[in-house]
């Protein structure tokens, strides 16, 4: 598994680490970009790690291109397969209200959008995915972590991996065509990533419910907040907890009154024990928010 | 202190600077004025340096009233600027007085204008910027175009005079027919060639989906290789495994209709990008109305690069014809 790397303009450099999704290219991904902003070199505008990829924003003028390209082929190879590298990350914990009214009612709305106009977003997924009903699938989609492969998109919002070997990911398409509405913090679905919408706006990923916890924060006034605008970061591995109507109607009220906190772990993350054995390590991991 | 009324906001009208950098890997793009030079003109011509922050106007301009004296300088597309109803150059410093109102005629040419105000306009900075950024409601009037009531305030110490003049010769020329250089790459080796060619050889048209995201264009159909989709990148042949999408970066969703993503871009996506506008021609595609019609030009990196220091030279030439 060899990266492929490209020009994007004068500016960008775009590495494709593999064409697949997998947590190891995840993984590399955000190795590398972890290298390259601790050495940060002058000129470097952007790191943007992705789920299988990452680019470089540079100045062109201050870092001669090809001379800059050599050095990330050469930390490239100083992850290698990223499987001897560890981590630093956090495990956050995000409760969610799964079939929420909000969401519901948004997914009516655009049912003439929809592969399966006569169930909802949830229960279309569970079915196609072999579940035996919603409840199941909740429990698969809540059961383990997930990677922040990605943030982006727009303003703080994360893409999510599930820590699952392949034959458990949960695929479903994305919308046939995209709504023009989606309640801000509703979680998301689209191909094998879980997302978080951070605002309200357009999306075409599935709708399956809705976290009270805030995580885009522009006026930086609430608690996470204080030192950035946007609170996941890539790498975060996140476990999301089902929560009944009335916990939600009491985060939310101390979310509007700028009184919650998302709780949240640092741990070390080291790849190849996790994909000996993921649940196993999945369970370590997780008792960190007991 | 000089402020700015707005009595009348334009079609979308937003306060603009040289962007934000460092936010990309958080879904924050880097906003600014979409067309970068023409606001560096401005700038130079009411005796600001390139930071200062000025109003980016979309093909309809807005009514404003200075509560106070003022050196103002309007450039980029053809909108005439009228103080009181009185016509006044464009790539010209000229004052305003206390309580005059300025507006504009209607647009001629080219799509985004550009108002600098001796002092630069003193709005909010969020993550070392002024830029309006309106999906994450950062920067400008509460991250948001302005609005009828609206007061921007005006920063002290303005030292611009009236009457500079940009020599005709290093004015952009805002044209109906565009060529924009790219470099191609990122994911064109899922174009066939049939499909790189008629990339190259189409003359698209921009279409009126054009805005500080990105720019649309029809006009053809590019050919895409067949393949097996790889895990998690979706069926369409034209989907990806989500990935960063550099500024400029021209999309083909489903092969039709290529996006020029531009300063307030989707920071990643599923779509595959065939090419990369080089940085300079941003500004042509910003200045690109609907109806443009428009070639990409592939341009290799030492000949982008050749280019960027040509734009570099052009922009020494102009501090040069404005010093005093």
Not at chain 1, 99 to 125: S, V
Not at chain 2, 262 to 281: E, F, K, L, P
Not at chain 2, 288 to 315: C, H, Y
Request: proline share 7%; with cysteine.
């Amino acid at each position: 598994m060899s990266a492929r790397y490209s020009w994007g303009g004068d500016e960008f450099v775009f590495v494709e680490l593999a064409e697949e999704m997998s947590l190891q290219a995840n993984f590399k991904a955000v190795a590398i970009t972890n290298l390259l902003r601790d050495e940060r070199p002058d000129g470097i505008l952007e790191i943007c790690p992705a789920n299988a990829s990452y680019q470089v924003r540079y100045d062109p003028d201050v870092l001669e291109p090809h001379a800059f390209l050599a050095h990330l082929k050469e930390l490239e190879d100083r992850v290698g397969d990223a499987l001897g590298v560890t981590l630093d990350c956090r495990v956050v914990e995000i409760p969610v209200l799964y079939q929420d009214p909000w969401t519901t009612e948004t997914l009516m709305r655009f049912r003439d959008r929809h592969q399966d106009p006569d169930a909802t977003d949830i229960e279309y997924a569970a079915r196609i995915n072999g579940f035996a009903g919603v409840d199941e699938f909740i429990g698969a989609h809540s059961g383990s972590p997930w990677f922040t492969s990605m943030v982006g998109f727009v303003a703080g919002l994360p893409f999510k991996y599930q820590m699952v070997p392949r034959e458990r990911q949960i695929v479903v398409p994305k919308y046939l065509r995209p709504r023009t509405d989606t309640p801000k913090q509703t979680v998301g679905y689209g191909g094998c990533f879980s997302c978080i919408y951070s605002v309200r706006g357009a999306g075409g990923y599935q709708m399956f419910g809705i976290t009270p916890a805030p995580i885009y924060d522009p006026r930086q006034t609430k608690p996470d907040f204080t030192e950035h605008t946007v609170f996941m970061r890539p790498g975060d591995m996140v476990k999301f907890r089902p929560i009944d109507r009335d916990e939600y109607d009491d985060a939310q009220a101390r979310a509007e009154a700028g009184e919650y906190r998302i709780t949240v772990r640092p741990v070390e993350f080291d790849l190849q024990p996790f994909l000996d054995d993921p649940d196993g390590y999945n369970k370590r991991l997780l008792e960190v928010l007991a | 202190m000089t402020a700015i009324e707005v009595r009348k906001p334009g079609l979308s009208t937003t306060v603009q600077d040289r962007g934000r950098s460092g936010y990309y890997h958080l879904g924050i793009p880097p906003s600014g004025a979409l067309d970068m030079y023409s606001p560096e003109v401005a700038n130079a011509l009411v005796g600001n340096t390139p930071d200062a922050a000025v109003l980016e106007i979309v093909y309809m301009g807005p009514e404003l009233r200075f509560t106070g004296p003022a050196v103002v300088a309007v450039t980029g597309a053809e909108i005439a600027p009228r103080v009181n109803g009185e016509a006044r150059p464009q790539w010209e410093s000229f004052a305003v007085a206390e309580g005059d109102v300025l507006d504009f005629d209607y647009l001629k040419a080219g799509a985004r204008a550009y108002l600098a105000v001796s002092g630069g306009l003193d709005t909010r900075v969020d993550l070392g910027s002024r830029a309006t950024y309106v999906i994450g409601s950062l920067g400008g009037v509460d991250g948001r175009p302005v609005a009828e009531g609206d007061v921007l305030p005006v920063g002290d110490g303005g030292t611009g005079r009236p009457g500079r003049v940009l020599p005709a010769a290093l004015r952009p020329v805002m044209a109906k027919d565009v060529e924009v250089r790219v470099v191609m790459g990122l994911y064109d080796h899922r174009l066939t060639d049939t499909g790189r060619a008629t990339f190259l050889d189409t003359t698209w048209t921009l279409t009126p989906v054009a805005d500080r995201m990105g720019f649309r264009y029809a006009g053809g159909q590019l050919e895409t290789v067949d393949r097996e989709p790889p895990f998690g990148a979706g069926q369409d042949p034209s989907n990806i495994v989500d990935s960063p999408y550099p500024i400029g970066s021209i999309q083909v969703p489903g092969g039709v209709e290529p996006i020029v993503l531009h300063r307030d871009a989707v920071s990643g996506g599923g779509y595959m990008m065939v090419a990369t506008v080089i940085s300079g021609d941003l500004d042509v595609v910003a200045q690109s109305a609907p109806r443009t019609r428009t070639r990409f030009v592939e341009v290799d990196l030492e000949t982008a690069l050749g280019l960027r220091a040509e734009r570099k030279d052009r922009i020494a030439r102009m501090y040069a014809a404005l010093g005093d």
